[in-house]
């Protein structure tokens, strides 16, 4: 279909054309981050070549509406988590989530209510808490140890549950998630365009146990793609400290690795302090998930955009019922991007 110039195009017009809703459209061209790169590019160029042109006052007044627009209250989520307040990492780690996550809920008309370092042992008294404030809406995120049905003991047909922070070997709920696999696959391929030809994995065990071991399969993958960056074993270690430092180094140096991917936070002082490597002179050290705030390269998983994601399909699934263990448990992996820190050139 040939593009025709309007002297009065409209979003519906535009949408028309593209074969893709009003509310896309008009979410593409406000650079929603829901909408990818490459739908926002089409949408720009076709409202370009159309005459499209965006009404300033009217624009005005729906950013206003959206800003003001309030749900009534629907009632309170659970955020339940494994963390350990006690750990200044985990409670990084909380507070970078659940912020952006509560505020989502408000918006929705919920309340959410954050439980911490919860186990097995805590769920007969959990659920009573669940019960007498009729929350039926659960969000599990950041469970590092599977979470066994049969442990927890809870009547899981009263709940509408949705899981978050780590990608279970076998997903018996809802998932949302950073993509892993897509991610890591995103920093071997960015690394090699820096002009690294050596790039190896170095990380925990546990850590990649965690992740059923994506960044391995990310890396082989990789190799696979591109045979001229040849993969060698991983260096996985029982713990990242200055126990095994003597391991990573003999690692390096047999594989003249130029720069490490890892998982492990300890590894950037493992790499700099203890075995004296000058970051990213001598060596370049990289992450699948990185603070945007910070000085790691690596990507951005977007965790705002994931845990916002979460509380949405909590929330659907509790005003549509979706109540119980699925038969076809449903994932939603959101991509990231890359992040330019300064531990690689």
């Not at 535009?14 to 909408?35: C, F, K, N, Q």
Request: charged share 25%; with cysteine.
């Amino acid at each position: 279909m040939p593009l025709k110039k309007t002297t009065s195009c409209t979003l519906r017009d535009v949408a028309e054309h593209l074969g893709i809703s009003h509310a896309t459209v008009s979410r593409a061209l406000r650079d929603d981050p829901r909408i990818t790169e490459a739908v926002r590019r089409r949408v720009r160029q076709a409202a370009q070549k159309l005459g499209y042109r965006r009404d300033p006052k009217l624009a005005e007044l729906m950013t206003h509406l959206r800003g003001s627009k309030q749900r009534a209250f629907h009632g309170t989520l659970a955020w339940i988590t494994d963390l350990d307040m006690a750990s200044a990492h985990h409670r990084w780690l909380h507070s970078l989530n659940f912020s952006p996550a509560s505020e989502r809920a408000g918006e929705l008309g919920y309340k959410l209510e954050p439980f911490t370092h919860v186990t097995p042992a805590d769920a007969p008294r959990l659920a009573h808490t669940l019960e007498a404030r009729g929350i039926r809406g659960i969000a599990l995120m950041f469970f590092f140890r599977p979470v066994n049905l049969e442990e927890w003991r809870w009547d899981w047909n009263r709940l509408a549950l949705v899981h978050a922070g780590t990608i279970p070997a076998e997903p018996k709920f809802d998932i949302v998630d950073a993509d892993y696999t897509a991610n890591s696959l995103l920093l071997f391929k960015t690394l090699a365009g820096r002009g690294y030809r050596r790039i190896g994995i170095a990380t925990a065990l546990s850590l990649e146990q965690c992740l059923n071991y994506a960044l391995c399969a990310a890396g082989d993958l990789f190799a696979r793609l591109q045979p001229n960056h040849p993969m060698f074993d991983p260096c996985l270690l029982p713990e990242v400290s200055a126990a095994t430092a003597p391991l990573v180094q003999k690692w390096i140096k047999r594989h003249r690795v130029d720069c490490v991917v890892t998982t492990a936070l300890g590894m950037r002082d493992l790499l700099a302090k203890t075995l004296g490597y000058r970051l990213p002179k001598d060596l370049g050290l990289a992450a699948p998930g990185v603070d945007p705030k910070g000085d790691w390269s690596g990507v951005n998983q977007r965790d705002n955009l994931i845990t916002k994601t979460v509380v949405e399909t909590l929330a659907t699934a509790v005003e549509r019922g979706r109540f119980g263990i699925p038969e076809s448990p449903r994932r939603i992996l959101l991509p990231g991007v890359w992040y330019q820190g300064a531990t690689c050139r």
